[in-house]
């Protein structure tokens, strides 16, 4: 248990503060430690939640925990695009943007036009990938009904909005976030995300 809270806390990111703004490692840093643990291990993700409300008769702790969490949601891959660095591009590309558990987390958090927003901003950097266009357009195609009803989403990319038929080759990225969309659905009607 300690040793995955030592993880999430080696980026100082549950109390370093920057005059009340996070710093931006420290919020990608914190997001993507728990989306891996979270994709590796629901146990190992547990644990970790486990030690973090461990530490709330430390109120103070845990109001920051609670704002940095929003923030990092809602800005990570803003602090990212602005700091250009490739390989935390690469990492918000793959993790978060082309990650479709990542987009409904973010969707059901924060809303869908962030996670769009995220996209665009991506793109104004990388703009040949044109694997996060797809998702970012069909994204675009879906948010008013996804706006509405964030259950929406999965339909709405599976019902055609990300779809590849006029594109020359497959992209595995695309593929990928339909095959785990579909298995979202699916396990969705069962009673949940498995």
Not at 37 to 65: H, P, T
Not at 123 to 142: E, F, G, I, W, Y
Request: net charge neutral; charged share 30%; glycine share 8%.
């Amino acid at each position: 248990c300690q040793k995955s809270f030592d993880c999430v806390t080696k980026a100082n990111c549950v109390t370093n503060t920057d005059n009340g703004k996070y710093k931006t490692n420290d919020c990608f840093n914190f997001l993507t430690c728990c989306l891996r643990l979270k994709r590796s291990s629901n146990e190992g993700y547990r644990a970790v939640m486990k030690c973090f409300n461990g530490r709330k008769n430390d109120k103070n702790v845990e109001s920051e925990a609670v704002d940095l969490a929003d923030y990092a949601w809602k800005h990570s891959i803003v602090h990212v695009c602005e700091g250009g660095e490739n390989g935390q591009l690469d990492t918000a590309r793959n993790d978060q943007l082309l990650d479709f558990d990542w987009q409904v987390t973010k969707i059901e958090k924060v809303g869908v036009v962030e996670v769009i927003r995220g996209g665009q901003m991506y793109l104004k950097l990388r703009p040949n990938d044109r694997p996060v266009r797809l998702v970012t357009h069909a994204q675009q195609l879906s948010a008013p009904a996804v706006d509405k009803d964030p259950r929406e989403y999965c339909s709405q990319l599976l019902g055609g909005r990300l779809t590849m038929i006029y594109e020359t080759e497959l992209f595995p990225e695309i593929v990928k976030v339909r095959e785990t969309a579909e298995h979202y659905c699916l396990s969705r009607g069962s009673g949940g995300k498995e």
